[in-house]
C-alpha cells in the first residue's frame, strides 16, 4: 500500500519529569507523533534522521503501527536528544537540555515513493527545509505546516515565504500573534490568512482549537482529561488526527475539516493520558469513536 500522508519531521529522544513520574529517552519527536497518529486512519510514511543510537524497539513500534519509515535515515552520531520538565498545571514545559546532534545537519531526503504524496505535512523544523521539501514533490491535494516561536523569532522571511506555499497553517494563539503582529486573535486571523494559506488551525491548548477561513469560523473544545501524564506531542497529535482524517476521506469540504477539527482534539486527548506514545500501544478504533461521539454531543445544538 503506497503512503497517503507524507511528514517530515523529527524522530527523538524525550527525557521527561512531570508530576506522574519521570521517563528516560522516551520516543518523541513531531514526526513520530504526527505518525503514528495518523496512521490509525491511513497510511503514513515518515521521513526523519535518528543516530546510530536510535532505540531498535522504537522503530518495531513504528512498524507495528503500519508507519512506513523508508524515509528515516539512520546518520553517525547520537539522535537529537530533548530534556524537560512540567509544572504541577502541566502548562509549558521547562526545557533543561536540548541536544540536536544529528537533527542539526538534518536534510530532508524523500524516498522516490514518497515524492507524489496526496497529503503533506511539515512539522515544526526549519522553514528553508519546509521550503525545499515542498518544491521536491508534486504537487499534492494538501500541504500543511507547523512552526513555532523560534523560527518567527530568526527566520522570518523564510517563514513567510514557506508560508506562501501551503493550503494550511498550524499556529498556537501566542505564534498567531507573533507571526502577523496583531494584539487579536480576529485580526491575527485575517492578517495571517492573507500571507497565503486558505486555511488556519489554531491551537489553544486545554482550551481546544479554532479552524478559520476568510469565511468560517470553527471552534472545538480539549476533550476533558481528568488523568494528564505528559503532554508532550499534544500538538503533532491534533496535527496528525486533522491531518490523518482529512487524509483517509479526501474530502476537503468545510464539513469534513470540522470533523477533523474533533479527530484532532480527540488523538491529542489520548496522547496526553500516558508517556510518550504509550498510548498507542493498545489503543482500539472503538475508543477513538467512543472519543469523537463525545466531543460532537458536546457541541451539537439542538
Given amino acids: 500500500m503506497s503512503v497517503n500522508i507524507v511528514v517530515v519531521g523529527s524522530v527523538a529522544y524525550d527525557t521527561l519529569v512531570t508530576p506522574k513520574g519521570k521517563r528516560e529517552k522516551a520516543l518523541g ?37 503500519g508507519v512506513d519509515h523508508s524515509g528515516l535515515e539512520t546518520l553517525p ?39 507524489k504524496p496526496p497529503f503533506l505535512f511539515l512539522a515544526n523544523i526549519h522553514p528553508g527545509l519546509q521550503s525545499k521539501v515542498i518544491d521536491s514533490v508534486q504537487k499534492p491535494r494538501l500541504i500543511a505546516l507547523d512552526t513555532m516561536n523560534l523560527w518567527i ?23 498567531a500573534m507573533m507571526l502577523s503582529g496583531e494584539k487579536k486573535l480576529a485580526t491575527a486571523i485575517h492578517s495571517l490568512l492573507k500571507m497565503g494559506p486558505s486555511r488556519l488551525v ?23 482529561c481528568p488523568e494528564i501524564t505528559d503532554p508532550t506531542g499534544a500538538g503533532d497529535s491534533f496535527a496528525g488526527g486533522f491531518m490523518g482524517w482529512i487524509a483517509k476521506t479526501g474530502d476537503l469540504s468545510e464539513n469534513n475539516f470540522r470533523k477533523a477539527m474533533i479527530y484532532g482534539s480527540v488523538m491529542g486527548s489520548i496522547t496526553v493520558e500516558n508517556f510518550s506514545l504509550d498510548s498507542y500501544k493498545n489503543l482500539q478504533q472503538e475508543e477513538i469513536s467512543r472519543r469523537y461521539e463525545q466531543v460532537l454531543e458536546s457541541i451539537r445544538v439542538q
Fill in 202 to 224: 489554531v491551537k489553544m491548548g486545554e482550551l481546544g482549537a479554532m479552524t478559520a477561513t476568510e469565511t468560517n469560523r470553527f471552534f472545538v473544545p480539549a476533550f476533558p
Fill in 153 to 175: 523569532n530568526i527566520t522570518l522571511p523564510e517563514l513567510k515565504e514557506a508560508i506562501k506555499k501551503v493550503d494550511v497553517l498550524f499556529v498556537n494563539k501566542q505564534e
Fill in 29 to 65: 519527536g513531531s514526526a513520530a507523533y504526527f505518525s503514528t497518529v495518523a496512521s490509525h486512519f491511513t497510511k503514513a510514511g515518515l521521513v526523519a534522521a535518528v543516530g546510530e543510537d536510535f532505540n531498535p524497539d522504537y522503530l518495531a513500534f513504528l512498524k507495528d503501527r
Fill in 77 to 115: 552520531g547520537k539522535t537529537f536528544h530533548w530534556a524537560g520538565s512540567y509544572d504541577d498545571d502541566f502548562g509549558d514545559a521547562t526545557t533543561h537540555k536540548t541536544e540536536l546532534n544529528v537533527f542539526e545537519h538534518f536534510n530532508p531526503k524523500l524516498p522516490e515513493s514518497f515524492q
